[in-house]
């Protein structure tokens, strides 16, 4: 999964913790009388209000806004993006097997929103797990190959010692040198 991919994911559990904990938590009587809206009431049908009930709710869904606001921030981080996916599949599993158990209080409409709202949830959520792979750079084109330069004789190197001949002895010395021209002079040593 690429970085982008995973960010796209984790903003859009992000936006969903963050809509519903703060609507069921600071309006806690509206948030189950008329969840999630769009003329659809999922709640009332599975009970009596309870406040305290939906402001724990609300509280866990904040703090899953905050737990994946952090995995947006570092979401480099294989491991803490894997603790939000982790805690978000581990919710979506268990909140989806719940209301697939209670289908039969709900009209056809209900059911066909909650099922595919629940398993877009957990579908957002389970590629998480998953290890980031860093986007693809474009590869730059590839640079022609310099002309080529005709081959030039290479000068060896000078050597840093006096010039002597093969006997270690002074040129000009008088005996048999052959860095002056290439002849032999004979000469005595005075």
């Given at each position: 999964m690429t970085l982008?991919?995973?960010?796209?994911?984790?903003?859009?559990?992000f936006l969903v913790a963050i809509w519903i904990?703060?609507?069921a938590y600071f309006m806690p009587r509206s948030w189950y009388d008329t969840f999630p809206g769009f003329g659809i009431r999922l709640l009332v049908q599975l009970g009596p209000y309870n406040e305290h009930?939906?402001?724990?709710?609300?509280?866990?869904?904040l703090a899953l806004a905050v737990?994946?606001?952090?995995?947006?921030?570092?979401?480099?981080s294989?491991?803490?993006?894997r603790v939000a996916a982790a805690a978000w599949t581990t919710f979506n599993v268990f909140h989806l097997a719940y209301h697939l158990t209670m289908l039969d209080v709900y009209d056809t409409g209900e059911q066909t929103f909650l099922v595919i709202s629940l398993v877009v949830l957990l579908?957002?959520?389970?590629?998480?797990?998953?290890?980031?792979?860093?986007?693809?750079?474009?590869?730059?084109p590839e640079a022609p190959d310099p002309p080529e330069e005709p081959p030039t004789r290479?000068?060896?190197?000078?050597?840093?010692?006096?010039?002597?001949n093969?006997?270690?002895?002074?040129?000009?010395?008088?005996v048999g040198n052959l860095a002056s021209g290439g002849r032999f002079r004979y000469c005595r040593a005075g």
């Open positions: 982008v991919l995973r960010r796209v994911l984790l903003v859009m559990l904990g703060v609507w009930f939906v402001e724990d709710s609300g509280s866990m869904y737990l994946t606001a952090v995995a947006i921030r570092l979401s480099s294989d491991s803490i993006v579908v957002v959520s389970a590629p998480l797990l998953l290890p980031a792979r860093p986007a693809r750079s474009p590869r730059p290479r000068k060896p190197p000078e050597d840093p010692r006096p010039a002597t093969t006997r270690n002895l002074p040129i000009g010395s008088g």
